[in-house]
């Protein structure tokens, strides 16, 4: 789902990202469309929410109080918007850097008249480290980031033990953190990583996929092939 979120240690000048040395995407071009360029220019005013190095009040930012789930690479949308639409009494805050997908994630939400998400255009752990307050979020999504399948970029994979620390802050007591990939080694990363966290498994290893994610054409393709997928569920203690 998130191709997009890959690492690159010097990205290209015009983002305006902080000097971390390693991070969890890499800025490509593109191909925009002539709609998704139009909604991107037209919602973007409208649910787009720019970076500030303050915390958000996301209640404020959603003009109600609900809970409220952030989600780490979107794609181009589709799943999001799927999920929005289902839990209307929930708000959503997705975060990507890849143009033509938040355009493309921009065009369904003015379709289908989404109140309940916002976007956010920019390094996700800098959203997090700055934007999200202690104690804020329901949950969160990682779904299909980028597995960096060689060996020497392992370093690179957004699921690292400093990452799983700044989840845990910024959870609520009881709220969860759900992973999903389809590349067996990333989910036996994934797994060990969140095993070692301060995170607790909901399920005894991988989890069945829950019902809030739905599954993509591009999945059922891959099971169809035989292709396995795996979810990991973990909470933060109560």
């Given at each position: 789902?998130?191709?997009?979120?890959?690492?690159?240690?010097n990205?290209?000048?015009?983002h305006?990202f902080?000097?971390?040395?390693?991070?969890?995407?890499?800025?490509?071009?593109?191909?925009?469309?002539?709609?998704?360029?139009?909604?991107?220019?037209?919602?973007?005013?409208?649910?787009?929410?720019?970076?500030?190095?303050?915390a958000?009040d996301?209640?404020?930012t959603?003009?109600?109080?609900?809970?409220?789930?952030?989600?780490?690479g979107?794609g181009?949308?589709?799943?999001?918007?799927?999920?929005?639409?289902?839990?209307?009494?929930i708000?959503?805050?997705?975060?990507?850097v890849?143009t033509?997908?938040v355009?493309?994630l921009?065009?369904?939400?003015?379709e289908?008249?989404?109140?309940?998400?916002?976007i956010?255009q920019?390094d996700?752990i800098?959203?997090?480290?700055d934007?999200?307050?202690?104690?804020?979020?329901a949950?969160?999504h990682?779904?299909?980031?980028?597995?960096w399948?060689k060996v020497?970029?392992y370093k690179?994979?957004?699921?690292?033990a400093?990452f799983?620390a700044?989840?845990?802050?910024?959870?609520?007591?009881?709220?969860?953190l759900?992973c999903a990939?389809?590349?067996?080694?990333?989910a036996?990363w994934?797994?060990?990583?969140?095993?070692?966290?301060?995170?607790?498994?909901?399920?005894?290893g991988?989890?069945?996929?829950?019902?809030?994610?739905?599954?993509?054409?591009?999945e059922?393709?891959?099971?169809?092939?035989?292709?396995?997928?795996?979810?990991?569920?973990f909470?933060?203690k109560?």
């Amino acid at each position: 789902m998130s191709e997009n979120l890959h690492t690159e240690e010097n990205p290209p000048t015009g983002h305006r990202f902080s000097s971390r040395s390693i991070r969890s995407f890499v800025l490509r071009q593109g191909h925009m469309s002539n709609a998704q360029q139009r909604h991107l220019d037209e919602m973007m005013p409208k649910i787009g929410i720019p970076y500030q190095s303050a915390a958000l009040d996301l209640n404020a930012t959603f003009g109600r109080n609900a809970p409220k789930i952030l989600e780490i690479g979107f794609g181009m949308g589709e799943t999001t918007a799927q999920i929005a639409a289902a839990h209307p009494e929930i708000d959503y805050l997705a975060i990507d850097v890849h143009t033509p997908g938040v355009g493309a994630l921009c065009k369904l939400i003015a379709e289908q008249q989404l109140s309940n998400l916002r976007i956010i255009q920019h390094d996700a752990i800098e959203v997090l480290r700055d934007m999200i307050a202690d104690d804020t979020l329901a949950g969160m999504h990682v779904f299909f980031p980028d597995p960096w399948r060689k060996v020497r970029h392992y370093k690179r994979r957004l699921i690292q033990a400093e990452f799983l620390a700044l989840v845990a802050q910024k959870l609520v007591p009881g709220a969860y953190l759900h992973c999903a990939t389809d590349w067996e080694n990333y989910a036996e990363w994934m797994l060990e990583a969140l095993s070692a966290s301060v995170l607790e498994n909901t399920a005894d290893g991988y989890a069945p996929r829950p019902a809030h994610r739905p599954l993509t054409k591009f999945e059922n393709r891959g099971l169809g092939l035989g292709h396995g997928v795996w979810d990991l569920v973990f909470t933060r203690k109560s």
